[in-house]
């Protein structure tokens, strides 16, 4: 069974940067995809970014972009999510998502980010 592991949250000020990992134990296939979503107190879990691997196409939610950038690392099986300029409502708990070509997905459990002065 494959497993994904979200790490790197942390308690930071607004403005600050940081990095999440997302660490993936099983194939990734050059068709699938890597989300990061988020899911803050009380709302819906909601998408923030997306790379297809093999092309290495980028996808953002309007309320990231310019301010989160991913990255894969195809030689290590991991998805970064380097986060700058953070904002109180980038608090949530960020969560690793693959999707295989022919539609399985995956979950890791989450890395909590807290943006607060």
């Known amino acids: 069974q494959e497993q994904l592991v979200e790490s790197g949250g942390d308690l930071v000020q607004p403005g600050d940067s940081l990095t999440l990992t997302c660490t993936i134990s099983?194939?990734?296939?050059?068709?699938?995809?890597v989300f990061w979503y988020r899911q803050a107190t009380g709302k819906e879990r909601e998408f923030v970014a997306s790379v297809k691997w093999r092309d290495n196409v980028k996808v953002y939610s309007d309320s990231v972009k310019g301010r989160f950038t991913i990255y894969r690392d195809a030689a290590k099986n991991t998805v970064e999510l380097e986060m700058n300029s953070l904002k109180p409502e980038d608090t949530a708990v960020y969560f690793c998502?693959?999707?295989?070509?022919w539609g399985q997905g995956y979950w890791g459990q989450g890395t909590r980010v807290a943006v607060s002065s």
């Open positions: 998502n693959h999707q295989t070509y």
């Open positions: 099983g194939t990734v296939y050059s068709s699938d995809r």
